[in-house]
Nanobody, 126 residues
Framework: QGQLVGSGGGLVQPGGSLRLSCADS????????IGWFRQAPGKEREEVSC????????HYADSVKGRFTISRDSAKNTVYLQMNSLEPEDTAVYYC???????????????????WGQGTQVTVSS
């Protein structure tokens, strides 16, 4: 187990884009399920998008389908979340997390993930 680091957050105007990165010095991320979750003030943490282990399956929350894309660069041991057409409702702290892969299923529940990064703030505002 290493240190899971999520980065790339910031302030962006509505309609803009950001790319979040999740890197780890201990886990080989391509062998694990990787999830992006977010938590807005006063709200519960929710799934954004998840990427399963070696089979590369993906899962997206309905609210981000068609706007966000999760991907993996195995050479860099990094998972990305490309966020386009950002809306004020996307404002939250975004967390990446690592979990065990499951055959034929993309783990997408908070309880599926055991190791969490420190979070990166995304603010969408004009």
């Amino acid at each position: 187990q290493g240190q899971l680091v999520g980065s790339g957050g910031g302030l962006v105007q509505p309609g803009g884009s950001l790319r979040l990165s999740c890197a780890d010095s201990g886990f080989t991320l391509e062998y694990h399920a990787i999830g992006w979750f977010r938590q807005a003030p006063g709200k519960e943490r929710e799934e954004v998008s998840c990427l399963s282990g070696p089979d590369g399956g993906t899962h997206y929350a309905d609210s981000v389908k068609g706007r966000f894309t999760i991907s993996r660069d195995s050479a860099k041991n990094t998972v990305y979340l490309q966020m386009n057409s950002l809306e004020p409702e996307d404002t939250a702290v975004y967390y990446c997390a690592v979990g065990l892969p499951r055959l034929g299923v993309v783990p997408h529940l908070i309880s599926d993930y055991d190791y969490w990064g420190q979070g990166t703030q995304v603010t969408v505002s004009s």
